[in-house]
T-cell receptor
Framework: DTGVSQDPRHKITKRGQNVTFRCDPISEHNRLYWYRQTLGQGPEFLTYFQNEAQLEKSRLLSDRFSAERPKGSFSTLEIQRTEQGDSAMYLC????????????FGNGTRLTVT | GQQVMQIPQYQHVQEGEDFTTYCNSSTTLSNIQWYKQRPGGHPVFLIQLVKSGEVKKQKRLTFQFGEAKKNSSLHITATQTTDVGTYFCAGPYTGNQFYFGTGTSLTVIP
C-alpha cells in the first residue's frame, strides 16, 4: 500500500519540549496538507504545500508551529515549546494539484503533552 | 474557526433505519466533499459535488448539493453496522484551504 504514512504514530512529551512529526505523501501527489483534530471535532486546517512551497498557513496557527517540505516530497511539522493545549491528533493529507482533488489522509500522529 | 456547520452532532439509529446529516456553509462553495472517519481511523474521501442542485448516489448513500451551493446533505437508507463512523463535509475557502464541518457521529444499534 503506497498511501500517506506518518511517523511516529504516538508521541508523549513534557510541556516545553519540542517535537517533530514526519509525513510521507503519496508519491504522485504534489500537494501536502497538515490538519489537527481534537476529540469530537473536525480536522482543523494548519497549512499546505504545493511541491516545496508553503502556500497557505492558518491565521490561527501559533508561531511555535513550523512546517517544511524541503524537496517537495516528505514534510515535517515541528512544534516548539509544547503546551498541553497542543495535545491532539495531527493529520497529514496529500492530493493532486488539479482543482479540488480529494484529500488522502494518513493515520495521524497522536500527541500527548503532559 | 469552523465555517461549516453540521447537524446533528450525534445520531443513534436502529439498524435498518434511515439517517441524514446536513451541512451548512456561511458562504457559497464552489464544491463540497464528504468524508467518513471510522472510530480510531482517519477521514476517507467519499464523494465530491460541484453543480448546483447536484444529486449523486453510492449504493445506499445519497448526496445532495443545494441550489444556492451553501448546503449539502448525506442520506443513508437502511443503515448497517458498517455505516458507523463520523461523517464530515468539507468545502474550499480562500484558495485551497479545505475547511471541515463539525461532523455527525453515527451509531447504529444492531
Amino acid at each position: 500500500d503506497t498511501g500517506v504514512s506518518q511517523d511516529p504514530r504516538h508521541k508523549i512529551t513534557k510541556r516545553g519540549q519540542n517535537v517533530t512529526f514526519r509525513c510521507d505523501p503519496i508519491s504522485e501527489h504534489n500537494r501536502l496538507y497538515w490538519y489537527r483534530q481534537t476529540l469530537g471535532q473536525g480536522p482543523e486546517f494548519l497549512t499546505y504545500f504545493q511541491n516545496e512551497a508553503q502556500l497557505e498557513k492558518s491565521r490561527l496557527l501559533s508561531d511555535r508551529f513550523s512546517a517544511e517540505r524541503p524537496k517537495g516530497s516528505f514534510s515535517t511539522l515541528e512544534i516548539q515549546r509544547t503546551e498541553q493545549g497542543d495535545s491532539a491528533m495531527y493529520l497529514c493529507a496529500s492530493s493532486f494539484s488539479s482543482y479540488n482533488s480529494p484529500l488522502h489522509f494518513g493515520n495521524g500522529t497522536r500527541l500527548t503533552v503532559t | 474557526g469552523q465555517q461549516v456547520m453540521q447537524i446533528p452532532q450525534y445520531q443513534h439509529v436502529q439498524e435498518g433505519e434511515d439517517f441524514t446529516t446536513y451541512c451548512n456553509s456561511s458562504t457559497t462553495l464552489s464544491n463540497i466533499q464528504w468524508y467518513k472517519q471510522r472510530p480510531g481511523g482517519h477521514p476517507v474521501f467519499l464523494i465530491q459535488l460541484v453543480k448546483s442542485g447536484e444529486v449523486k448516489k453510492q449504493k445506499r448513500l445519497t448526496f445532495q448539493f443545494g441550489e444556492a451551493k451553501k448546503n449539502s446533505s448525506l442520506h443513508i437508507t437502511a443503515t448497517q453496522t458498517t455505516d458507523v463512523g463520523t461523517y464530515f463535509c468539507a468545502g474550499p475557502y480562500t484558495g485551497n484551504q479545505f475547511y471541515f464541518g463539525t461532523g455527525t457521529s453515527l451509531t447504529v444499534i444492531p
